[in-house]
């Protein structure tokens, strides 16, 4: 994980009120993501999840969508998008998604009873929203077989204490003005 460890520290920072953020090509789409960069996180993915007998993979829209792809591809296990926005279709699920930053409802398509699936995202933060996708694939019978988040920003979060386990490559604090790598290998 060299490229995803030097991109983290590079990472430019900005003030969002009392909260340092950084800015990064996984997480923000911003600088440009680097091919190499993405090809080292879906290698590094596939080595942690839960793979075997995996029906679906499950990522939230918007910054969950350009990595899932990347799997998917590599697999060849299909891939379903949470959406922002409700179509109406027969099984659609709603969902209320809460995070430190906003408050919306999202909607799943797609995802059945018994369905076995894998749940990728960005950036494990407050953990609002894969806790919100986590219970919502509950509620509709699905099997989760492993949730994995590329970036996980140190301290607290909503599925602490949950039987929800998340899987991360890389472990993240900000510092002094900085990023500051808490663990290289992540969780999991």
């Known amino acids: 994980m060299d490229r995803l460890r030097q991109s983290l520290l590079d990472a430019p ?13 996984i997480s923000d789409g911003v600088p440009m993501l680097e091919p190499g960069l993405l ?23 918007a910054m969950g969508i350009h990595i899932s792809t990347a799997v998917s ?13 409700q179509y109406g279709l027969d099984g659609e699920i709603s969902l209320s998604k809460e995070t430190g930053y906003s408050e919306s409802e999202m909607y799943i398509n797609d995802v059945h009873p018994g369905d076995k699936v894998l749940v990728l995202d960005d950036v494990l933060s407050t953990g609002g929203t894969l806790l919100a996708i986590a219970e919502a694939l509950d509620s509709i019978d699905a099997d989760i077989r ?5 970036i996980k920003k140190a301290g607290e979060n909503e599925l602490d ?11 993240v604090t900000v510092e002094d003005d900085e990023v500051v790598i808490t663990d290289e290998h992540g969780d999991g």
């Open 146 to 150: 492993d949730i994995v988040a590329v």
């Open 39 to 61: 090809r080292e996180i879906v290698i590094g993915i596939i080595r942690k999840a839960e793979l075997e007998d995996v029906d679906k993979i499950v990522t939230p829209a």
């Open 161 to 171: 204490g949950t039987k929800y386990e998340v899987k991360t490559l890389i472990n």
């Open 13 to 25: 920072l900005i003030q969002k009120g009392d909260y340092q953020y950084f800015v990064h090509p």
């Open 73 to 85: 591809l590599m697999t060849d296990i299909p891939l379903v998008v949470i959406r922002k926005r």
